[in-house]
């Protein structure tokens, strides 16, 4: 086995440069003749605008212009769209359409969130277009505010968009209604619980930017995304309306995405917009108030969930009823979360019937979109904790429960009841597997000796399967130099996960290459001319197989080249560790050969044309199916309430593991990020102002290092049947797993007082108070 071979933890070959100062992020581009942005934008919740005065602004030195929704507007800029929608249910709910409003880069009327854009100042330094921003002078007329998604839903509630009857975004619903009334009639018990899902401020390392150009008659956007094409789509179509070709996307270096930056922002639209309008490429770097007040929010639900069960204690129906926070205007994944995720209700579980309803509410709060599951933690937290739930109304064991419903690997394929067929998994495993791991069996004696300290201890778990990378496709090129250098051009985009490593990992292990010799592009699309870009943990599964194809056209090219020059039959050429040999003999020619005969006309066979290069598209035939089973151990102060994880193991089932060492990495970033939610990430807004009240790292608490314990991880390996590669997608799980881990450990740890539920975030506050029956 080489040493890039799958399963070998291959070291991230891209963190030379980022560690050593040399990554190229937004910021490290500055054009010549360079105008820097500011924002100038709404202190309110929601206000009618009733003139801008800039005269102030426009005195400053260095200051270029002053731009409005006006402006915008009359140059016949559009606004972000909404990419996804959920179709009305037929035949329930009012017979009307989704609610769509527009939403302008800029705002001319009136505004709807705070930070909500009104105007743009541009001057030759970002201190000028902040000094000046502060001087443009705007007459505001105040009006109500509705922040929270059921209080919106009210009949007296104040109306984010004029016009409409209510504050309904949309109606969803999806599985069988009848079938699950049905099973609920016939129930001996049904549990009922209800749960917050948390709003989350996503908090990126690396915080939104753009630079917009006006390049020899095309736009030229460089940006932070996850999705290049996407944004070059959207550009040309909804926005901009030209041809795609006159629009370029680059993205270089991404310091963290998790799901916002996939989407189309108003910054991105404007900078471009004023680059052709000035005729001077302009900047805008947003600071850290900025993305607390402007980039999307995330989770923010409330949901009841209802379980029917048998005598037996056999999961008989699953009712879920959401009503879900889309903020001011719809993102453009806005609606995903809420609804196209569904399926991870089914979980590990042989729930016969299934019935999800959504309401999507506007508020008067920045927009949410996808982050880091989008749609399947909040799904995994709800079903994880009514089962916990279910197994202490019924009076038994929490394990026992989950085995007697769980799927059975005779059982798979599984047909679940949304949508989905489950192709792989013994999901009993992972927990056959994490049970002597985590000492099950001996945790009443750590239990008793924490509170011998004078502490609460509790254990919790949670199952969970998602989908991921399905009904869509991903290119790769694979570009063979003369030296025999590869360039791999593929079409998602990296923000943090090691692209560049597991591709070239790919290739070298394909080829026989040291791992130095293959060079990975993503992000420019005009070198890479089709992407699916990078979500859903379809990057590996999606892009992998993609480059395993293409990597397996250049073996197929150059083992009829190295037949040619060897002078025998290609039946009778094998290829191995980087070497075409004649079976049985010991003549042999290395790739590198190969690849430079591959540029020379006179050493090609007749009719064969120069180079080794190919493309391949991977369709994939179905989804796959990442599952796992997270084990949390916390123990809580019982003078403070303050909680501490103090043991975490996860059993995950990936498919095989291509880097073990970049696997690892990936589990603990979701595992920290569910954490964050389950513990201390909360975006609170004022309900009466809709002013934020947590914009800030003073008042917004992300994890740290001591907050995260130490990991034990186990990884099984059932290869996914629908890639060449036999990958499950592995980006999401962990922030999947751990919240409903991390709480029903609290809440076991609170069994002493009679606790059934305690909502996101279980801050020490919370706890103290729950503890001290001051709810």
């Known amino acids: 086995m080489g040493q890039n071979a799958f399963g070998q933890p291959v070291r991230r070959k891209e963190d030379h440069s980022l560690l050593t100062g040399r990554g190229r992020f937004v910021d490290d581009h500055r054009p010549e003749g360079l105008l820097h942005a500011w924002m100038?934008?709404?202190?309110?919740?929601?206000?009618?605008?009733?003139?801008?005065?800039?005269?102030?602004?426009?005195?400053v030195d260095g200051v270029a212009a002053v731009l409005t929704g006006a402006d915008l507007a009359a140059d016949g800029v559009g606004g972000i769209p909404c990419t996804y929608q959920p179709p009305w249910p037929a035949g329930t709910g009012p017979s009307r359409p989704n609610v769509l409003p527009a939403w302008p880069a800029l705002a001319r009327d009136t505004v709807r969130y705070v930070g909500d854009g009104v105007a743009m100042v541009l001057a030759g330094t970002a201190e000028q277009a902040r000094e000046a921003a502060e001087l443009v002078a705007i007459d505001w007329e105040p009006l109500p505010a509705a922040v929270d998604p059921v209080a919106a839903l009210a009949p007296d509630a104040p109306l984010v968009h004029a016009g409409t009857a209510d504050n309904i975004c949309f109606v969803w619903e999806t599985g069988n209604g009848p079938a699950t009334d049905a099973a609920f009639a016939a129930a001996h018990r049904v549990v009922t619980l209800d749960v917050v899902n948390n709003r989350i401020v996503v908090a990126a390392m690396e915080t939104r930017g753009a630079v917009g150009e006006w390049i020899d008659g095309r736009y030229v956007l460089t940006t932070a995304s996850q999705m290049p094409h996407q944004l070059k789509e959207q550009l040309a179509s909804d926005v901009l309306h030209v041809p795609e070709e006159a629009i370029r996307v680059v993205v270089r270096d991404v310091g963290g995405g998790f799901g916002i930056k996939n989407s189309l922002y108003p910054e991105q639209i404007l900078v471009l917009w004023a680059a052709r309008r000035l005729g001077r490429p302009v900047k805008w770097i947003g600071d850290r108030a900025d993305a607390f007040l402007t980039d999307a929010h995330a989770r923010d639900n409330r949901t009841r969930g209802e379980l029917a069960l048998d005598a037996d204690g056999r999961f008989l129906a699953l009712r879920v009823t959401t009503t879900a926070n889309i903020g001011a205007y719809i993102a453009n994944k806005g609606?995903?979360?809420?609804?196209?995720?569904?399926?991870?209700?089914?979980?590990?579980?042989?729930?016969?019937?299934?019935?999800?309803?959504?309401?999507?509410?506007?508020?008067?709060?920045?927009?949410?979109?996808v982050y880091r599951g989008a749609g399947r933690p909040e799904a995994v937290y709800l079903v994880e904790r009514l089962v916990d739930v279910a197994a202490a109304e019924l009076g038994v064991d929490r394990i026992d429960l989950r085995r007697r419903n769980v799927i059975r690997p005779a059982e798979i394929p599984y047909r679940t009841p949304i949508w989905l067929t489950y192709d792989a998994g013994d999901f009993e495993e992972n927990l056959n597997v994490a049970m002597p791991l985590v000492d099950w069996a001996g945790f009443e004696a750590r239990r008793a000796a924490a509170a011998a300290r004078g502490r609460l201890r509790g254990i919790g778990l949670s199952f969970y399967v998602e989908r991921c990378a399905g009904a869509s496709h991903e290119d790769a090129t694979l570009e063979v130099g003369a030296d025999g250098r590869v360039t791999v051009l593929v079409g998602t985009m990296a923000n943090g996960q090691g692209h560049v490593t597991a591709y070239a990992q790919i290739v070298a292990e394909m080829?026989?290459?040291?791992?130095?010799?293959?060079?990975?592009?993503?992000?420019?699309?005009?070198?890479?001319?089709?992407?699916?870009?990078?979500?859903?943990?379809?990057?590996?599964?999606?892009?992998?197989?993609?480059?395993?194809?293409?990597?397996?056209?250049?073996?197929?090219?150059?083992?009829?080249?190295?037949?040619?020059?060897?002078?025998?039959?290609?039946?009778?050429?094998?290829?191995?560790?980087?070497?075409?040999?004649?079976v049985g003999t010991d003549r042999r020619i290395g790739f590198r050969d190969v690849a430079a005969a591959a540029h020379d006309p006179a050493r090609l066979p007749p009719g064969m044309a120069p180079g080794l290069d190919a493309d391949h598209r991977f369709q994939v035939p179905g989804y796959?199916?990442?599952?796992?089973?997270?084990?949390?151990?916390?123990?809580?102060?019982?003078?403070?309430?303050?909680?501490?994880?103090?043991?975490?193991?996860?059993?995950?089932?990936f498919g095989r593991v291509l880097n073990p060492l970049m696997l690892g990495g990936q589990v603990h970033g979701g595992v920290a990020q569910g954490l964050g939610q389950a513990l201390l990430e909360h975006t609170v807004y004022d309900p009466d102002s809709g002013q934020l009240l947590s914009g800030s790292f003073m008042d917004y608490c992300i994890p740290r290092a001591d907050d995260v314990p130490e990991f034990r991880l186990h990884v099984r390996e059932d290869p996914a049947p629908a890639n060449p590669l036999g990958v499950k997608g592995a980006g999401e799980a962990g922030c999947a797993g751990a919240p409903p881990a991390i709480v029903n450990a609290v809440v076991d740890a609170l069994k002493p007082f009679g606790v059934r539920h305690v909502d996101m975030p279980l801050t020490p506050e919370r706890l103290w108070r729950t503890i001290h029956g001051r709810h």
């Open 40 to 59: 100038v934008r709404s202190p309110h919740a929601h206000a009618r605008i009733r003139s801008i005065d800039a005269a102030q602004a426009l005195a």
């Open 335 to 369: 609606l995903l979360s809420p609804t196209l995720n569904a399926p991870a209700l089914v979980g590990a579980y042989a729930t016969p019937a299934i019935h999800l309803r959504v309401t999507g509410a506007f508020t008067h709060t920045v927009p949410t979109d």
């Open 511 to 582: 080829l026989g290459l040291p791992i130095a010799a293959v060079d990975v592009l993503q992000g420019d699309t005009d070198r890479v001319k089709h992407g699916q870009g990078t979500g859903g943990s379809r990057s590996l599964v999606m892009g992998g197989s993609a480059v395993h194809g293409a990597t397996r056209t250049v073996i197929e090219k150059a083992k009829t080249i190295a037949s040619h020059l060897l002078e025998t039959a290609e039946a009778d050429i094998e290829f191995r560790e980087g070497v075409f040999s004649i």
């Open 624 to 653: 796959t199916y990442p599952n796992g089973c997270h084990v949390a151990e916390v123990e809580i102060d019982r003078e403070t309430g303050k909680p501490e994880v103090v043991g975490y193991t996860v059993v995950h089932d």
